[in-house]
Each structure stands twice: as structure tokens, then as C-alpha cells.
T-cell receptor, first 114, second 113 residues
């Protein structure tokens, strides 16, 4: 069964600094991997997805993530944090096993300091 | 284009009551999934429906049930509400391929008192 582990429930960076949010997954078949962002009192919005094409995936708002099979990781990065990036970020894994379900990690809250 | 719409946005129920939550997917999306998100946690998978059939079920008790209608809208029903059912219930629609990703609604905030 698939699972997702997000390292660090809270991450704090200064505005303009590198953002790095960590995600490790477990899947018995080649996975589909996603990052979602959630702002307060809202649903989740898809940032980017990996679907076995390029291992470096670019998403919206300047975010990107790299799929590393050997490390079973899919870390999210952004070169320069902006105040508007402050939100909750969720890593998710999905696999096709007769119907499919997407499993989400516990989330990482990103704080951006001025 | 309309996004995923959920109703109601907020709901307060008493323990033991029943609740029905509704979801309309994006036009063209035939798959609807339901998630429960307790404050401070990630979304927990409840159900996935495609073409009116259940395609996946999470680790939730039988008090939780759902269905999908011919127009692809969906209802989530919860019977015999418990205090622990208080959460944000999210509906997500997608094409029926695991690599497509979801479009989420804004959710229904259920409070059980």
C-alpha cells in the first residue's frame, strides 16, 4: 500500500530564501506524485505532479519538485520565498490498483518571515 | 467555468443525527472522491466514485456512505454522528486516471455538538 511521509510539520524561511519541503513515499508500483497547497479555510490546489515523464517537474507559482526513485523522494523547492507562499503544503501519492485513491501526507506549514 | 461546488459550506449537527453533504464536479469530470480533513492533519480518503460505481473506500466505519448520480454529482452521508466526525469534508473531482490530479472544492465544515 502506498504511503507518504512529510518531514517537518513546520518550516520557517525568510522572504527571498530557498524553500525546501521534504516528502518521501512508499508505493508497490510506479507512483504518481503530487504537491498541493492549501490556504486557510480553502480546499487544496494542485501545484505540480509527476507522472513518469521528466523527473524534474515545474509547477505554478515558481515551485518545482524532483522525483528521485533511488531515494523514494519528491521534495518541493522554490528558489526565493514570497510572503504569499505562506500556507499548508501536502505531498500525495496515487497508484492505479483497480480503481485508484490518492493518499496525502500530514502536511507542512510554511511560514515566511519578512 | 464553474469549479467543484460543495454544499452546504458550514453545518452544525447534534450527536446521533444524520448529515448529507453534496458535491458537483467540474463539467467533464466523471470521478468524485471524498476526503475528511481534521484540523491540523492531512486529508483522509473516504470514497472514490466513477460512473456511479464505488471504486475505492478508505478506512471509515459503515456509518459513512456515498453515491454518485447520473450527472456525476455526489452525496456523502454520515449516520449516527459522533463528536469525532467534526471536520472539513472535501470533495475532489478528476478524470478517471490516477495521474491527472484532483480539483478540490472549498469543503463543508461540519461541527458535531
Amino acid at each position: 500500500a502506498q504511503s507518504v511521509t512529510q518531514l517537518g510539520s513546520h518550516v520557517s524561511v525568510s522572504e527571498g530564501a530557498l524553500v525546501l519541503l521534504r516528502c518521501n513515499y512508499s508505493s508497490s508500483v510506479p507512483p504518481y506524485l503530487f504537491w498541493y497547497v492549501q490556504y486557510p479555510n480553502q480546499g487544496l490546489q494542485l501545484l505540480l505532479k509527476y507522472t513518469s515523464a521528466a523527473t524534474l517537474v515545474k509547477g505554478i507559482n515558481g515551485f518545482e519538485a524532483e522525483f528521485k526513485k533511488s531515494e523514494t523522494s519528491f521534495h518541493l523547492t522554490k528558489p526565493s520565498a514570497h510572503m504569499s507562499d505562506a500556507a499548508e503544503y501536502f505531498c500525495a501519492v496515487s497508484e492505479n490498483s483497480g480503481g485508484f485513491k490518492t493518499i496525502f501526507g500530514a502536511g507542512t506549514r510554511l511560514f515566511v518571515k519578512a | 467555468d464553474a469549479g467543484v461546488t460543495q454544499s452546504p459550506t458550514h453545518l452544525i449537527k447534534t450527536r446521533g443525527q444524520h448529515v448529507t453533504l453534496r458535491c458537483s464536479p467540474i463539467s467533464g469530470h466523471k470521478s468524485v472522491s471524498w476526503y475528511q480533513q481534521v484540523l491540523g492533519q492531512g486529508p483522509q480518503f473516504i470514497f472514490q466514485y466513477y460512473e456511479k460505481e464505488e471504486r475505492g473506500r478508505g478506512n471509515f466505519p459503515d456509518r459513512f456512505s456515498a453515491r454518485q448520480f447520473p450527472n456525476y454529482s455526489s452525496e456523502l452521508n454520515v449516520n449516527a454522528l459522533l463528536l469525532g466526525d467534526s471536520a472539513l469534508y472535501l470533495c475532489a473531482s478528476s478524470f478517471a486516471t490516477p495521474g491527472y490530479g484532483y480539483t478540490f472544492g472549498s469543503g463543508t465544515r461540519l461541527t458535531v455538538v
